[in-house]
């Protein structure tokens, strides 16, 4: 039994739990379980996890802090994918299951129809929204033919939004996306039942729906970008490759569960899974359903538990960005809608950057391959990726803040709770030099949505706004001082105050900053 391994750590270690035991013939075994040396550290079987008495798992010690140690940990610029334009992101995606159901409040009437009525044409937030092509047509078994003429004129409906961005949950629902996985449950359909049953093809399931819902629903300039998994969300590695190939980024599967009911990290799942060549990208938060043990009810203020997540995910360390996940089903009970509402409500007031889904996606996809080149003695790095995952993150200790007058491709940066968070432009590689006090002048500090042609002056900035959506931006920096020139082109308002300039601007509108000392 691991109990009675003996392995000790060497002699120069810092231990953090040791077990001495003595068998019943006198023979004494040490095992050292948890410990960092000079070579790096250990922590083995079985005190990894503490498993509480209704069975959840959690971490016998802090796993951060243990990695941070045992690797000699130094700040550095890390790529991050909870921020984006120096603010905490929200996303939001939508799953397809429940689109055609009724709502109980008017049995009439579809869940899409009310989710229109009340979510995605009321709250001027970022969408992505999936759908089965199957439910849409009324393909499915349990379906009255007849809904398909109302449910189509619904979707088109949605997606005429200028917030909601397409995404395609495949043809028929699918359950099980590979055959012979080991999860799958003795039985186990591979899809919901059609009302005219086909087997089972990847093709039709991705490529097909996808053909239908760029001809047949979406508006003239806009395409499905994302593949949203449906049912055990694992979709194995050759519907990755057909996914990849039509030009989509996926997502779903993973997502988080911690709560104070359950205060463990152990609920955090990681930002994807490999399949062989392939990456799936998880999603970062768990659905409603979840949060509702599987619909079984009550659902009024349960699914108003993820914003337990997102605060615990948020303080004392950033782990996650702001991921409201739900389905359509969330549209089919007045008690469940509430629920929505209220976690939306909240998301409205919070100071986020409101991306979409397949921003995130990409994001973490090009985080994976960022690399990270330090100039030895020069406080100095160079980052570089794709440009798709345009934040950097890294503890503020010893290293002081960006040098925005050496550093390249670096609109600015925030700082939060003793993290210093960079935003880089969209380009490939960003030069970051820092200084204990520097003298900056204007930089961005935070942006609600994203910013095109940002571009240094002198003496001064300009940008302008490249989203379909209102944008807060707040501007920072030495130089910033009330007599500091603004002209907005188009929407727009700003005030200066304690060294920041706060804009409030509409879509398509053009900031020129010039300070005081400027031209």
């Keep these: ?29 040490v095992y050292d379980p948890l410990f960092v040396t000079s070579w790096g ?3 083995g079987e079985p005190y990894l996890y503490f498993q509480r008495p209704d069975y959840q798992p959690l971490w016998v010690v802090n796993a951060t802090a243990f990695l941070k140690a045992a690797l000699r940990h130094r700040p550095f610029p890390r790529p991050d994918t909870t921020t984006r334009y120096g603010l905490r992101t929200f996303y939001s995606h939508v799953d397809s299951m429940g689109f055609g159901q009724p709502f109980n409040g008017r049995p009439e009437t579809p869940a899409a129809e009310i989710l229109y009525e009340r979510v995605f044409s009321k709250y001027r937030l970022p969408f992505t929204v999936s759908l089965v092509e199957a439910e849409v047509r009324s393909l499915m078994a349990d379906m009255p033919s007849a809904a398909s003429e109302t449910l189509e004129a619904v979707a088109k409906k949605i997606f005429q939004l200028p917030n909601v961005q397409a995404g395609s949950g495949g043809f028929s629902d699918v359950q099980v996306w590979v055959g012979d996985d080991p999860t799958r449950v003795a039985g186990e359909g ?46 194995g590695e050759e519907a990755l490759i057909k996914t990849r190939d039509a030009g989509l980024i996926n ?44 619909w079984s009810g009550p659902l ?31 549209g089919t009970r007045s008690d469940s809608l509430v629920a929505l509402v209220e976690v939306l409500d909240w ?15 990409r994001s973490v996809v090009d985080s994976r391959d960022s690399e990270v080149f330090e100039c030895l003695g020069d406080s100095r790095w160079v ?59 204007g930089y961005l500090q935070s942006s609600t949505r994203p910013l095109n042609t940002f571009r240094r002056l002198d003496g001064g900035l300009q940008f302008n706004i490249g989203s379909a959506l209102p944008s807060e931006v707040v501007l ?11 002209t907005i082109e188009g929407e727009g308002r700003w005030q200066a105050e304690a060294g920041e300039i706060r804009l409030a601007l509409e879509p398509g509108a053009k900031v020129t900053v010039q300070w005081a000392d400027g031209l």
């Design 383 to 441: 980052l570089v990726n794709q440009g798709q995952c345009q934040t950097w993150r890294f503890e503020e200790t010893q290293l002081g803040v960006p040098d925005m007058n050496k550093s390249h491709n670096l609109l600015g940066f925030n700082r939060v709770s003793g993290e210093v968070f960079l935003s880089a432009g969209d380009g490939r590689r960003t030069t970051v030099s820092v200084a204990q006090e520097p003298r900056n002048g």
């Design 1 to 29: 039994v691991l109990g009675h391994l003996d392995l000790q750590a060497p002699t120069d270690s810092k231990i953090g739990l040791r077990m001495e035991v003595t068998d019943l013939e006198g023979s004494r075994s």
């Design 476 to 486: 920072a920096g030495k130089d910033l001082e009330e007599s500091t020139k603004v």
């Design 347 to 361: 998301v409205s007031l919070q100071p986020l950057h409101y991306a979409t889904a397949v921003e995130y996606a």
């Design 300 to 330: 009024f203020g349960r699914f108003r538990n993820v914003l337990d997540t997102y605060d615990l995910t948020e303080t004392p360390e950033r782990l996650a960005p702001v991921n409201v996940h739900f389905h359509f089903l969330s």
């Design 41 to 43: 550290g250990y922590w």
């Design 190 to 235: 591979r899809f919901r039942p059609l009302k005219k049953p086909q087997e089972f093809s990847l093709e039709r399931e991705i490529l097909g729906a996808l053909q239908y819902f760029d001809q047949a629903i979406l508006p003239e300039g806009k395409s499905v970008e994302l593949m949203q998994w449906t049912g055990n969300y694992r979709p």
């Design 251 to 294: 997502l779903n599967g993973g997502g988080a569960s911690i709560s104070r009911q359950w205060l463990s990290l152990c609920g955090l799942a990681p930002k994807g899974l490999s399949w062989g060549e392939e990456f799936q990208v998880y999603a970062s938060n768990k659905t409603e359903i979840e949060y509702n043990e599987n």
